[in-house]
Structure formats: structure tokens, C-alpha cells
């Protein structure tokens, strides 16, 4: 089992052990939000799994409404970044805006994306995913207020075998996927200042201001 589907398979375990300990210390009448981020979270595994035992390639693309899409992912990472005393929030510019995608990929670059911001956050810290529509291109901008990377670190970040700072296989199998999806990953950051990753996307379809 390669090193990036480890790193992925890690993401869903946290997202499952952040849900069972907020369920753990909720009233009843939360169960059933905590109960169901714990479904998704197993069955991302399980199509990690699947994906590696048939070494499958991308999938055929499929429409992806963007802002459900980024509301869905931010509200599996919720209790996560409720465990760590981080708040996490959702912007966007749009109300509609479809891109042809491969879900799953789109999901896996995301999940990279926004639980590295959130495990890089302080306690009491904020991260935001900000949608903005440019024209025939998206740009998804993953934005936290960590320790930031040293300007000498920043252009090896996405490269594979760079785990520096912790940032692990993660962003190179961010940046991987982005490609993949036929768009391009980027990196801001300065030292005590946070750190921002946009990725940028072809879309198609109508956008509704």
C-alpha cells in the first residue's frame, strides 16, 4: 500500500475519531448529524480501497455543483476542526456553478487541502474556503492562520518526498489530483502569517450571481 493512500486513509480515520468523540459528548438530539458523518467517512474508505485493489484510474467525469459540493466537505470536516477548537468556514461568490469532474478527486484534493489547514491552525484559529467564478475557471482558496511556511521551504512543498514542517505526502498528492482534474495548485504563505492554497479549475455550466 503506497505511502499516499496512507495519508488518505488517515484523513478519513480523523474525520471518523473527531465524529465518535463530539458524539461521545452530545445529547441525543445530536446523534444523528455526528452518526452520519461517521457513514461518509467509512464509505471514503471504502472507495479508497476499492481504488487501490482494482489500481483504477480517474473516473469518468460527472457534473459537480461546486458550492453544495464545498458545503458537503466543510460540514464532514466540521467536527474535526470542532475537536481541535478551530472554526471553519465557507465563502463563495456564486450560488451555482457546475464543473465536469471526478467527484472522489475533487474530493480527495479538498480533504488534503482543508485538514492540513485545520492541523496547522492554533487552538481558537480560523480557516476559509473561499469559491470565487473567473470566467470559464474556479478558484477554490483554502486560506488558514498557522505558523505559515519559511520562504525557502514554500517551492519544495509538492514535491513527493519533502515532509518537512509535517506536511507529509498530502500535498503532493493535492497537487497530483489537481492536475489530474485538469487544473493547478498554488501556495501562499509567510512565516507567522498563515499559509493559502488555491486550486484553480475548468467549469462548465451556468454560474448564477
Known amino acids: 500500500m503506497d505511502m499516499e493512500l496512507l495519508h488518505d486513509l488517515r484523513q478519513a480515520l480523523q474525520l471518523i475519531q473527531a465524529s465518535a ?4 459528548l452530545s445529547g441525543d438530539g445530536q446523534a ?3 452518526l452520519d458523518a461517521l457513514t461518509e467517512g467509512a464509505a471514503q474508505m471504502g472507495r479508497l480501497l476499492d481504488g487501490a485493489l482494482e ?26 476542526a470542532a475537536a ?14 457546475t464543473l465536469a469532474a471526478d467527484g472522489d478527486a475533487l474530493a480527495r484534493v479538498m480533504l488534503n487541502l482543508v485538514m492540513n489547514a485545520i492541523r496547522f491552525s492554533p487552538p481558537e484559529g480560523r480557516v476559509a474556503v473561499r469559491c ?23 517551492p519544495y512543498v509538492f514535491l513527493r518526498g519533502e515532509t518537512d514542517g509535517g506536511h507529509g505526502y498530502g500535498l503532493p498528492a493535492a497537487m497530483e489530483g489537481a492536475r489530474t482534474l485538469g487544473g493547478s495548485l498554488s501556495a501562499r504563505s509567510s512565516p507567522g502569517e498563515g499559509s493559502t492554497f488555491t486550486l484553480r479549475l475548468p467549469v462548465r455550466g451556468r454560474m448564477v450571481s
Open 32 to 34: 444523528r448529524g455526528y
Open 21 to 24: 468523540q463530539m458524539l461521545e
Open 84 to 97: 481541535r477548537g478551530v472554526a471553519l468556514a465557507l465563502f463563495g461568490n456564486v450560488d451555482a456553478l
Open 132 to 154: 470565487t467564478a473567473l470566467g470559464d475557471f474556479a478558484e477554490i482558496a483554502v486560506t488558514d492562520d498557522g505558523p505559515g511556511i519559511a520562504p525557502e521551504r514554500l
Open 55 to 80: 489500481r483504477r484510474e480517474v473516473r469518468e467525469s460527472e457534473p459537480v455543483e461546486l458550492m453544495g459540493f464545498l458545503r458537503a466537505l466543510c460540514l464532514r470536516c466540521r467536527d474535526y
